[in-house]
């Protein structure tokens, strides 16, 4: 639930959504519906940022009763993540990993199989975190990727990969910077 306090993080942290590449609110917004209409309960993110996305995630998956494995390069930004995380209560159900994805995921999906998967770090990888995740996903599993829009060309490998993979049915979301969803069959 989104009370005034919670509110008023999502619009501070807004005024910054440039300088630390977050999702926009619309895509958030859908984002958190989806966890709960499919009722998910084990979520990767990949690309914390300052937490943005993840406080949407952490209050969706409060209700599902879930949790969010995230992953950041950067610990700037990993710290203020989980200071965001802490002020709206879902920091005990968050894991914020620091790292290289490349590098951490492949232990982490040996350690946990996850129902829904946001991608939204270098866009140049995205194809090399979809070989990592995709043979421990199983059917009904969900892929979220943002940016498929507004990095067109850089994600265009992993894009037409996916898109051509029987074992998915695709969709690409004109939401702001493109969202691409799929499913697994």
């Not at 499919?38 to 943005?52: A, F, H, V």
């Not at 965001?84 to 290289?100: P, R, Y």
């Not at 975190?129 to 067109?152: Q, R």
Request: hydrophobic share 40%.
């Amino acid at each position: 639930m989104i009370t005034a306090d919670v509110e008023e993080l999502f619009e501070e942290l807004e005024k910054t959504q440039h300088d630390f590449w977050n999702i926009a609110r619309e895509t958030a917004n859908f984002l958190n519906m989806l966890i709960k209409m499919t009722n998910s309960k084990t979520m990767l993110e990949i690309g914390t940022s300052n937490g943005y996305s993840g406080l949407w995630f952490g209050l969706a998956l409060k209700e599902t009763q879930g949790t969010l494995d995230t992953i950041e390069f950067w610990d700037k930004r990993r710290q203020l993540a989980l200071a965001n995380f802490e002020k709206i209560g879902v920091d005990d159900i968050i894991t914020a990993h620091l790292g290289s994805a490349l590098q951490i995921l492949p232990e982490l999906c040996k350690e946990k199989q996850f129902d829904f998967v946001f991608i939204d770090a270098n866009k140049g990888e995205y194809i090399q975190y979809f070989d990592i995740i995709d043979p421990t996903l199983k059917s009904g599993a969900i892929i979220a990727c943002d940016n498929v829009l507004s990095h067109e060309e850089k994600v265009k490998p992993f894009v037409d990969k996916i898109m051509n993979d029987d074992n998915y049915q695709v969709e690409i979301l004109n939401l702001p910077a493109g969202l691409l969803l799929a499913y697994k069959k």
